[in-house]
């Protein structure tokens, strides 16, 4: 019995697996077993899967799509290992996260954890700008669970693991949106410790254009409303940040018709991100693209949450949200 049984959902993403699977075959620590999800793809990884099958000890399942919820179920029924790890399949794992991990599990006692995101070099400038906006403390990454971020640390799927001892008590995943946070706050409410592992760190591609990263950021919006709805205590004042930020930048707007100077807050605003961008990436052009992407990250994010908030909580309105569900599978 492996100690870890890693599962990973795969739909229409073969070139990204195979660069997922070649980093899980360098493992210092092989104490592990790769179980890959292909929900109902018309391009297949099966051959990347193939070809890593020995070093990474891959296990492969085709099945139909039914969405991200519903393949990890299907690879947590299948797996063997103490501990459930999940990535996303555009995720590159460096060479000595699972000995950092079994480190961590021998020295401290914890159910669940989970791990930040970083940029690699290879990257793109416009995934490593996303990156930047995505973990900025100027942007909604300053109110994702972390270490200093105003919310408490909440692991994601495209880097978390948890013992089988928590799924034999909590059960599987939802088919709903913000379907990993749900299952962290299921966790921490059924009582297992949760802990943040910032050397477990993972390469994370994200989005790699402008408007698939704008419709995730619309549904991130949209999911803090469907977790408040399950989990009414789960939302708090700083979830708002990015509608407030959104409508004052409006405000902000109309009003430079009387003066330039009501520009003044926004121009501050965006030096910074200029500034801590050029910093931390050491790069001109991921600071350049750096209030691109954090415009599209906090205006999409307000706008799938005031969409949602108005409807689902003022109307009562819930819409044909299978029909969303389908349509929005792994985009």
């Given at each position: 019995?492996?100690?870890?049984?890693?599962?990973?959902?795969?739909?229409?993403?073969?070139?990204?697996?195979k660069?997922?699977?070649e980093?899980?075959?360098?493992?210092?620590?092989?104490d592990?077993e790769?179980?890959?999800?292909?929900?109902?793809?018309?391009v297949?990884?099966?051959?990347?899967?193939?070809?890593?099958?020995?070093?990474?000890?891959?296990?492969?399942?085709?099945?139909?799509?039914?969405?991200?919820s519903?393949?990890?179920?299907?690879?947590?029924?299948r797996a063997?290992?103490?501990?459930?790890?999940f990535?996303?399949?555009?995720?590159?794992?460096?060479?000595?996260?699972?000995?950092?991990?079994?480190?961590?599990?021998?020295?401290?006692?914890?159910?669940?954890?989970?791990?930040?995101?970083?940029?690699?070099?290879?990257?793109t400038?416009?995934?490593k700008?996303i990156?930047?906006?995505?973990?900025?403390?100027f942007?909604t990454?300053?109110?994702?669970?972390k270490?200093?971020?105003?919310?408490?640390?909440?692991?994601?799927?495209?880097?978390?693991?948890?013992?089988?001892?928590?799924y034999?008590?909590?059960g599987?995943f939802?088919?709903?949106?913000?379907?990993?946070?749900?299952?962290?706050?299921r966790?921490?409410?059924?009582g297992?410790?949760t802990?943040l592992?910032?050397?477990?760190?993972?390469?994370?591609?994200r989005?790699n254009?402008?408007r698939?990263f704008s419709?995730q950021m619309?549904?991130?919006?949209?999911?803090?409303?469907?977790?408040?709805?399950?989990?009414?205590?789960?939302?708090?004042?700083?979830?708002?940040?990015?509608?407030?930020?959104?409508?004052?930048?409006?405000?902000?707007?109309?009003?430079?018709?009387?003066?330039?100077?009501?520009?003044?807050?926004?121009?501050?605003?965006?030096?910074a991100?200029?500034?801590?961008?050029?910093?931390?990436?050491?790069s001109?052009?991921?600071?350049?693209l750096?209030p691109?992407?954090?415009?599209?990250q906090?205006?999409?994010?307000?706008?799938?949450?005031?969409?949602a908030?108005?409807?689902?909580v003022i109307?009562?309105r819930?819409?044909?949200?299978?029909?969303?569900?389908?349509?929005?599978?792994?985009?």
């Amino acid at each position: 019995m492996p100690l870890f049984s890693i599962i990973i959902p795969v739909y229409n993403r073969p070139d990204e697996t195979k660069e997922l699977l070649e980093s899980l075959s360098l493992q210092t620590e092989k104490d592990f077993e790769t179980i890959i999800v292909e929900d109902g793809s018309a391009v297949p990884c099966r051959e990347a899967a193939e070809r890593f099958a020995e070093s990474a000890n891959v296990r492969y399942f085709f099945k139909a799509n039914e969405g991200r919820s519903a393949a990890r179920n299907y690879g947590m029924e299948r797996a063997t290992g103490e501990w459930l790890v999940f990535f996303d399949s555009d995720c590159i794992i460096p060479r000595d996260y699972f000995k950092t991990v079994k480190g961590c599990i021998a020295d401290a006692g914890f159910d669940c954890y989970g791990g930040p995101d970083a940029a690699d070099d290879s990257f793109t400038t416009l995934q490593k700008a996303i990156n930047y906006s995505m973990t900025s403390f100027f942007t909604t990454g300053g109110i994702r669970g972390k270490k200093g971020g105003m919310e408490k640390f909440l692991p994601r799927t495209f880097n978390m693991g948890f013992s089988r001892e928590v799924y034999k008590k909590v059960g599987g995943f939802r088919d709903m949106f913000g379907e990993d946070i749900d299952m962290s706050l299921r966790i921490r409410e059924n009582g297992f410790r949760t802990v943040l592992l910032t050397d477990a760190f993972v390469f994370h591609k994200r989005r790699n254009t402008p408007r698939s990263f704008s419709r995730q950021m619309i549904i991130f919006g949209r999911s803090r409303i469907e977790l408040y709805l399950l989990h009414p205590d789960s939302l708090k004042i700083v979830h708002l940040l990015p509608a407030v930020f959104m409508c004052g930048s409006i405000m902000l707007l109309l009003l430079s018709v009387l003066s330039p100077w009501f520009l003044l807050p926004l121009g501050i605003y965006y030096a910074a991100l200029v500034c801590e961008a050029a910093i931390k990436n050491r790069s001109a052009k991921v600071a350049a693209l750096a209030p691109v992407t954090a415009t599209i990250q906090l205006w999409g994010y307000a706008c799938g949450f005031i969409r949602a908030f108005v409807m689902e909580v003022i109307f009562k309105r819930k819409g044909d949200k299978e029909a969303e569900m389908r349509r929005l599978k792994f985009k």
